[in-house]
């Protein structure tokens, strides 16, 4: 069976007790379910994968149980400010759509039905590089520029065309991604590939030109040199490099060491992602929240912390946001979401996680983003 995510304790709800809209979902979590059930097998597999035995992807969200909230009384917060700024950007809300790949395989409309959802409910996007449609149609959909996520690969003017075409289209950060390498040993993908009786040929070319073939960021661009997406002889010179290449901010993104994150600062770095792939980077054992704090006493308030990995409540978001997060980014969720129900889906996952989050901040007597800090929080002994 393909991997959940759920958290250990809760099982997988029986088919007849699946929501059959949007508006009935309690929780992101029974979007999960739904995403299961309409897609086909390896593209479910796809989006649960992590590597290994798939244990850093449950550990990433488990470990947020293990924090509790200190709640403080009579508080006035009746009115919540959950705004925060990003380079000279102001959000309304600090839960940003991190980037997620190839969208179409959940829906037909793919990553266009997601920058909608974000337009309408005020959220940062990330578009990945191997996305399923291209940063102009993304745009276009979003209203403004979103961020631009970066895999490398092996050929400088494959990346720089990347680069220039982000530019192009107004995004105003460039999100390097650091923590991948080829060939991960994702086995829930590889088993729920043995149980799809499709052809997969009809859609996946082979190679890595037929994959780049694909992906419409790569257009026009000679994949003859690129070989793969993450090469394995980047070093922290490539930072400078980029910095070279463009006028975007760039962000780090899979930063989960003080002393990666010191290097990232020292090279120039205008932020970091505490990330591990959601799982999909290394079978490392070691959730980002527990990263977290590290990281931002590392950077002391030089450049932004984001977070992403684990995060499905609302209360996930308060803890990240106590230990030092500045924005929290989700990424399956909202894939559930628009596997589920499209559109409507995304919309639905993004609000439920701003209602929870406002609930605990009115609950533990913070009425702003800002006064979250860490004494709002302790961890379980």
Known sequence: EVASTRRPGRAPAPAAELITSAEQALDVMEFEAVARKVLPPAHFGYLATGVDDDKTVGINHEAYSHLEIRSRRLVDVSKLDTSVRLFGTTWETPIFMCPVSSMKAFHPEGEVAAARAAHNKHHLQILSTVASSSVEEVTAARGEPVWQQLYPTYDWNMTRAIIKRAEAAGSPVLVFTVDLHENSNRETIARARRVDDRDCSVCHESGFGGYAHTKPMLDGVDPSKARALYPSNLTWDFVKRLKDATKMKLILKGIVTREDAQLAVEHGADGMVVSNHGGRAEESLRPTIECLPEVVEAVKGKVPVLIDG????????????????????????????????????????????????????????????????????????
């Open 310 to 381: 684990g995060i499905r409540r609302g209360t996930d978001v308060f803890k990240a946001l106590a230990l030092g997060a500045t924005a929290v980014g989700i990424g399956r969720p909202y894939a559930w979401g628009l596997a589920a129900f499209g559109q409507p889906g995304v919309e639905a996952v993004l609000g439920i996680m701003r209602r929870e989050l406002e609930t605990i901040m009115r609950q533990a007597g913070t009425p702003s983003v800002g006064g979250i800090t860490k004494a709002f929080v302790t961890t379980r002994t």
